[in-house]
């Protein structure tokens, strides 16, 4: 089992910054990809970004590349989203994710995470 803990939503200004950390607890993340999602109100979950731990290879989604990056810090079992130039559109609960058996054709997929931590809501006032 994994725990995951998101932290560091709140509200901001468009065009401002945050910086999302999701704490992972329980086990050895060495094999483990870790993802970021996000879902905004009557919307579905969408991919965000992920990095597979062992290597620090990442994975962005095409609308957010050039403005949020991941990152993660092994001592602390801890995986960042830093969101950069932030968009009205931004706006949604974010969720990290992480599973150990993710290959390069399903990191953008939900449904191969399986587990997830409680979301943490991010809104970008325009």
């Known amino acids: 089992q994994v725990q995951l803990v998101e932290s560091g939503g709140g509200l901001v200004q468009a065009g401002g910054s945050l910086r999302l950390s999701c704490a992972a607890s329980?086990?050895?993340?060495?094999?483990?990809?870790m993802g970021w999602f996000r879902q905004a109100p009557g919307k579905e979950r969408e991919f965000v970004a992920a990095?597979?731990?062992?290597?620090?290879?990442?994975y962005l989604a095409d609308s957010v590349k050039d403005r949020f990056t991941i990152s993660r810090d092994n001592a602390k079992n801890t995986m960042y989203l830093q969101m950069n130039s932030l968009k009205a559109e931004d706006t949604a609960v974010y969720y990290c994710a992480a599973d150990s058996r993710i290959t390069r054709s399903t990191i953008r997929d939900l449904v191969e995470y399986d587990y997830w931590g409680q979301g943490t809501q991010v809104t970008v006032s325009s």
């Open positions: 329980g086990r050895t993340l060495s094999n483990y990809v």
């Open positions: 990095i597979r731990w062992s290597s620090g290879i990442i």
